[in-house]
């Protein structure tokens, strides 16, 4: 029986046949796992933003942070997701990657304005049932947006691991030996 760094599949390739696809399938499956777990915390802070700001509970431009920016984290999110899938299927890259790419920050910017400006600092005002349990809330929503993005930034790393050559010391990278 052949050592298996001896064994070739049709076309020359290295691993299984279809293995790529496989890994490109898998990649989507998880992206898309990861943003229905992360489009939750953003549709509940969106909807606390909108009836909070129709109750006259929040200051306008916290109702405009709230909504706004859980749409456009979840547009960034999904947009910073589909650049993984496109990499992992081994697509070229486009223009909008670029952008899609500097949008991954967005997710992170408004997870954190959510867990300090609206969760921490509010505390200062003193302590009462009501401001805990908004804290509380905030907190965790922002904190669960931050994770989902950060999985998100994960699998981008996973990705780029196997797209990209492994650099070994003496200067030449494992496809050239």
Do not use: N
Not at 6 to 13: D, K, M, W
Not at 83 to 106: E, I
Not at 107 to 133: A, Q
């Amino acid at each position: 029986m052949p050592d298996l760094p001896q064994v070739h599949f049709v076309g020359g390739s290295t691993g299984p046949p279809g293995s790529s696809r496989a890994v490109g399938k898998a990649v989507q499956r998880t992206v898309a796992a990861t943003l229905g777990r992360g489009f939750v915390p953003l549709m509940a802070l969106g909807l606390t933003g909108l009836i909070q700001g129709l109750r006259g509970r929040l200051f306008a431009h916290e109702v405009v942070a709230l909504v706004l920016g859980s749409v456009l984290t979840a547009a960034a999110m999904l947009a910073y997701g589909q650049v993984a899938v496109q990499k992992a299927f081994g697509r070229p890259k486009r223009a909008w990657m670029v952008a899609a790419k500097m949008s991954g920050v967005l997710p992170y910017v408004f997870g954190v304005y959510v867990v300090v400006g609206l969760g921490l600092i509010p505390l200062r005002g003193g302590l009462g049932l009501g401001r805990v349990l908004a804290t509380l809330f905030f907190v965790g929503m922002g904190a669960w947006c931050l994770r989902s993005q950060w999985s998100l930034t994960d699998l981008h790393l996973f990705v780029r691991s196997l797209s990209e050559p492994v650099e070994v010391p003496g200067g030449q990278d494992e496809a050239t030996g």
